[in-house]
């Protein structure tokens, strides 16, 4: 499957210092392929000055929408909140702390395609030890 256009979800709580490194190692890495792309960021109501760093990305970054969460709600509220947003044929959720790096974005391309309706990445995969496969299934 050809993506014409990516939609980024990016969950933030208190992240202001992984905020700063958006601009280069997101929304620089992303702009190197061929598709559009959207990055909605969801600012779960951080009270670390996140929001104004925020503000003045999106300023400068016309990818890029900003949702404000008034209190923290979590992960799944926050991709809830970006659903209705999002208008790409596919979508990629990272997390602020880029746990899961961009360049890691590729990997998961090679794997969707026709046929395939979900691609999960896990920065554990083949690293756990000690849980139990149903636990293991979820990471």
């Known amino acids: 499957m050809k993506i014409r256009k990516l939609s980024i979800i990016i969950p933030c709580f208190n992240e202001r210092e ?3 490194r ?3 190692e997101v929304f620089d890495y992303f702009a190197r ?3 559009e792309t959207e990055i909605i960021i969801v600012n779960d109501g951080s009270t670390d000055g996140s929001d104004k760093i925020l503000k ?3 300023e400068t970054h016309p990818q890029c929408k900003i949702l404000t969460h008034a209190r923290n709600k979590g992960l799944g509220a926050c991709i809830k909140s970006a659903i209705p947003f999002v208008s790409g044929d596919a ?3 990272l997390d602020a702390d880029l746990t899961f790096h961009p360049c890691q974005f590729p990997k998961l391309l090679d794997e969707f395609n026709d046929g395939v309706d979900c691609v999960s990445g896990s920065h554990l995969l083949g690293q756990l030890k000690g849980v ?3 636990r293991g299934l979820l990471t």
């Open 33 to 35: 392929f061929e598709f």
């Open 56 to 58: 003045e990305t999106a």
């Open 22 to 24: 958006f601009p280069k």
């Open 132 to 134: 139990s496969f149903f």
């Open 18 to 20: 992984n905020i700063l």
């Open 91 to 93: 979508v990629l959720t």
